[in-house]
């Protein structure tokens, strides 16, 4: 129990506080629950070694030579130049394996992911950042939307079971289903080429230049807004399902009979009791899907050609840079394993068991 | 069939590890075999309680939609009109007609030939990948269930290694390596990255049915693990794995047409999402050429109703409530009752539990 408080960022302890203050208001002994951070600490580092352990590989299982690649499309680079170029991405095999293992990982500590040779020899690290808040922003835009609404949506799909707000589902569930990239073309093909509501792809109008002022604002609001809607519709179904399942077998919990035998307001009972229960399992679902929202944002991004990560990572594909496909790649996990830390923090939040474990 | 469901509503109501499991509010599937009885009709009534989950209308109207999809895949030479791969310089991008029904594409092929041909792909990758999956599922999920300390954990923390690390860009750097990957190869990777949602929900499952009597009798009867495993817990697994192998062929089939798509997988073979890689590379969708964007992606999406279907029909033989629910609130209406009028819900019973209102008393788990 207190073997494991060095691990722990001081900004997790933080939002505790909040929480268990939140508890002790009401009579119970809560601390912080440093046994349940622990382990999730420690899962994160070994998921986030993993992560880092497979992607040292992936270079090494690569077939073809990147630097040959980019040889054969620039003439005019001469042997010596070739050969730095070899060292810098790592592709020199002098070494054994283990010590490039450990000066991959030296390279990482300083913050050095290689040179992108697609995006003429600029640092890996700053070709990424400049896509993350693209990514993020839309994504991470579109999947709360999607959650709030999927999650509302579902409780009271189940608290009106067996009404006709029950053929929710069915609907939700069916646009679900549909491939992600074909409901995006669909829905280009119909509201930007038929309609004209929306252009077409692109995060801002040819020929804008980033900066905080209004135009340029509502120009990125008018490009995003056609990704993010497609995102919702077809992410809202596993949410909703998901809700309604969870809350029909709360609501035939004992605790909430009583609540409603005490003439506790229906309002009351439904989000302060069943929704309040019901929402555990989606905030651990929630943060188990990280993983393929951010897989299927690669897929949005590709449609509209969104300026962001995921459209970096096949650009980098095709033309077989593997130092930047390798740091996309690790950007995505680590963003996925701060998501799910994030989720973490919520759920602990949200749930008195987990920080009344150690009691 | 009467004890079925009589263990059935048991199951559901025990809910020991629904607190702790994690997301799938289900996990509880009747001990539907508890008896030891002998001879071989018992086994045979064990098969057929073991397939009891597709036993409603769901999973039949599921089931009869895949079966369908299985038989194009089989008899596509026969049923397509032409080679999907027949170039035809005289009808390029011609909407339906009696000689080409769903019309053709930019070089004149048949798409209707090409969709009943891309069928095949589909479904052989799906199922393939569904089977490497569940396989790998079953053996992780049920072993880390059962055994316990270190080698549980270890398992559960590999499981959730592969849970949290995103498929698709893995999937996407993986088939690079491969100049021109062949079915199998796509079925395999699809099926490595996908079996770690199963293994949790069947660890889940295994550790509570672990402690259960039946399994602890067999124990102490000194029958060998293997027995136990397969004997004893697989038959109450059935409906999760059964419900695991349906998601993972629903994820396999969504990421073969997305990876073809995108276009790391050869435009060569031909499934759906070539198809609509070609169409959305030939501007099908700003020329609105319907006929050749709408049926690929319309076969996607009715497999995939056909597949959530099966599994509605599996949760909510592992849930009753699922079912029950709509029911029970349909028929107080019918009766002029409102389900969620406090009056009609007071149980006589209750009184002890009303000093105990802190938000969340509920799934308690076993602490």
């Given amino acids: 129990?207190?073997?494991?408080?060095?691990?722990?960022?001081?900004?997790?302890?933080?939002?505790?506080?909040?929480?268990?203050?939140?508890?002790?208001?009401?009579?119970?002994?809560?601390?912080?629950?440093?046994?349940?951070?622990?382990?999730?600490?420690?899962?994160?580092?070994?998921?986030?070694?993993?992560?880092?352990?497979?992607?040292?590989?992936?270079?090494?299982?690569?077939?073809?030579?990147?630097?040959?690649?980019?040889?054969?499309?620039?003439?005019?680079?001469?042997?010596?130049?070739?050969?730095?170029?070899?060292?810098?991405?790592?592709?020199?095999?002098?070494?054994?394996?283990?010590?490039?293992?450990?000066?991959?990982?030296?390279?990482?500590?300083?913050?050095?992911?290689?040179?992108?040779?697609?995006?003429?020899?600029?640092?890996?690290?700053?070709?990424?950042?400049?896509?993350?808040?693209?990514?993020?922003?839309?994504?991470?835009?579109?999947?709360?939307?999607?959650?709030?609404?999927?999650?509302?949506?579902?409780?009271?799909?189940?608290?009106?079971?067996?009404?006709?707000?029950?053929?929710?589902?069915?609907?939700?569930?069916?646009?679900?289903?549909?491939?992600?990239?074909?409901?995006?073309?669909?829905?280009?093909?119909?509201?930007?080429?038929?309609?004209?509501?929306?252009?077409?792809?692109?995060?801002?109008?040819?020929?804008?230049?980033?900066?905080?002022?209004?135009?340029?604002?509502?120009?990125?609001?008018?490009?995003?807004?056609?990704?993010?809607?497609?995102?919702?519709?077809?992410?809202?179904?596993?949410?909703?399902?998901g809700m309604r399942n969870m809350m029909l077998t709360v609501l035939d919990e004992d605790y909430i009979t009583v609540a409603q035998a005490k003439g506790m307001p229906n309002q009351r009972v439904l989000w302060g009791y069943a929704a309040r229960n019901a929402v555990l399992p989606q905030i651990q679902s929630f943060a188990l899907s990280i993983g393929f929202i951010v897989g299927g944002s690669i897929v949005m991004e590709m449609v509209f050609s969104y300026p962001g990560i995921g459209k970096l990572l096949l650009d980098a594909t095709n033309a077989k840079d593997y130092a930047l496909m390798q740091g996309v790649f690790l950007v995505i996990t680590i963003s996925v394993l701060v998501a799910n830390i994030l989720a973490d923090i919520v759920y602990a939040f949200l749930d008195p068991r987990t920080r009344q474990a150690g009691v | 069939m009467s004890t079925k469901t009589k263990t059935q509503a048991t199951g559901a109501r025990t809910g020991a590890d629904r607190g702790t499991d994690g997301s799938r509010p289900a996990t509880n599937v009747p001990a539907a075999a508890v008896g030891r009885e002998s001879g071989g009709r018992v086994f045979l009534s064990k098969l057929g309680s073991a397939f009891a989950m597709f036993r409603n209308r769901k999973s039949v109207a599921g089931l009869a939609i895949l079966a369908f999809f299985v038989l194009i895949a089989i008899f596509a030479d026969v049923l397509a009109p032409f080679s999907p791969t027949q170039v035809d310089n005289t009808a390029r991008f011609q909407p339906p007609s009696a000689e080409h029904w769903l019309g053709t594409t930019h070089i004149g092929e048949d798409v209707l030939s090409q969709v009943i041909h891309g069928t095949r792909g589909v479904v052989v990758v799906g199922f393939l990948a569904a089977l490497i999956a569940t396989t790998i599922a079953i053996t992780v999920g049920v072993i880390s269930g059962y055994v316990s300390g270190w080698k549980s954990e270890g398992l559960s923390a590999l499981t959730n290694v592969f849970l949290v690390i995103p498929g698709l860009p893995l999937i996407i750097i993986v088939a690079a390596?491969?100049?021109?990957?062949?079915?199998?190869?796509?079925?395999?990777?699809?099926?490595?990255?996908?079996?770690?949602?199963?293994?949790?929900?069947?660890?889940?499952?295994?550790?509570?049915?672990?402690?259960?009597?039946?399994?602890?009798?067999?124990?102490?009867?000194?029958?060998?693990?293997?027995?136990?495993?397969?004997?004893?817990?697989?038959?109450?697994?059935?409906?999760?794995?059964?419900?695991?192998?349906?998601?993972?062929?629903?994820?396999?089939?969504?990421?073969?047409?997305?990876?073809?798509?995108?276009?790391?997988?050869?435009?060569?073979?031909?499934?759906?999402?070539?198809?609509?890689?070609?169409?959305?590379?030939?501007?099908?969708?700003?020329?609105?050429?319907?006929?050749?964007?709408?049926?690929?992606?319309?076969?996607?999406?009715?497999?995939?109703?056909?597949?959530?279907?099966?599994?509605?029909?599996?949760?909510?033989?592992?849930?009753?409530?699922?079912?029950?629910?709509?029911?029970?609130?349909?028929?107080?209406?019918?009766?002029?009752?409102?389900?969620?009028?406090?009056?009609?819900?007071?149980?006589?019973?209750?009184?002890?539990?009303?000093?105990?209102?802190?938000?969340?008393?509920?799934?308690?788990?076993?602490?």
């Fill in chain 1, 1 to 241: 129990m207190t073997g494991v408080q060095p691990q722990l960022a001081e900004l997790d302890t933080d939002a505790l506080e909040v929480g268990t203050t939140a508890t002790s208001a009401d009579g119970g002994r809560a601390r912080v629950p440093w046994r349940y951070l622990g382990r999730r600490a420690a899962f994160y580092l070994f998921t986030l070694w993993a992560a880092i352990t497979i992607n040292f590989f992936l270079r090494r299982m690569m077939k073809g030579d990147a630097v040959s690649q980019y040889l054969s499309r620039n003439r005019n680079v001469s042997p010596e130049a070739a050969d730095a170029l070899r060292t810098l991405l790592g592709l020199d095999s002098d070494k054994s394996l283990l010590e490039q293992y450990l000066d991959y990982w030296v390279l990482l500590a300083q913050g050095d992911l290689g040179i992108s040779l697609l995006h003429g020899l600029r640092p890996v690290t700053e070709v990424v950042s400049g896509a993350l808040p693209w990514t993020i922003g839309l994504v991470g835009v579109a999947t709360i939307f999607s959650f709030a609404i999927g999650t509302v949506g579902g409780a009271v799909v189940g608290w009106r079971r067996g009404s006709r707000a029950d053929a929710l589902i069915p609907i939700t569930t069916f646009l679900s289903t549909i491939p992600y990239f074909w409901l995006g073309l669909l829905a280009i093909a119909v509201f930007s080429v038929n309609l004209g509501w929306f252009p077409i792809g692109k995060a801002y109008g040819v020929g804008m230049r980033p900066g905080w002022n209004a135009e340029f604002i509502g120009q990125v609001l008018h490009h995003g807004a056609l990704p993010i809607a497609t995102i919702v519709v077809a992410s809202l179904g596993g949410w909703m399902l």
């Fill in chain 2, 177 to 367: 390596m491969f100049e021109d990957p062949p079915l199998w190869v796509i079925a395999a990777v699809l099926g490595l990255i996908g079996w770690a949602w199963g293994a949790r929900v069947l660890r889940a499952q295994t550790m509570s049915l672990r402690n259960r009597d039946f399994i602890q009798a067999a124990r102490a009867n000194g029958e060998p693990l293997r027995r136990i495993i397969t004997i004893e817990m697989l038959p109450n697994l059935m409906a999760l794995i059964a419900a695991s192998f349906v998601g993972t062929v629903t994820a396999a089939i969504l990421g073969l047409t997305t990876l073809s798509y995108i276009g790391v997988i050869p435009v060569t073979t031909y499934n759906w999402g070539t198809i609509l890689n070609w169409a959305s590379a030939q501007g099908a969708f700003q020329q609105n050429q319907w006929w050749w964007y709408l049926p690929p992606g319309l076969c996607i999406a009715i497999i995939g109703v056909a597949l959530s279907l099966i599994n509605f029909g599996i949760d909510e033989y592992v849930n009753p409530r699922l079912r029950s629910a709509g029911e029970r609130a349909r028929a107080m209406k019918k009766k002029g009752l409102d389900v969620n009028e406090p009056v009609t819900a007071v149980r006589p019973e209750m009184d002890g539990l009303a000093a105990h209102p802190t938000p969340a008393p509920a799934d308690k788990g076993t602490e």
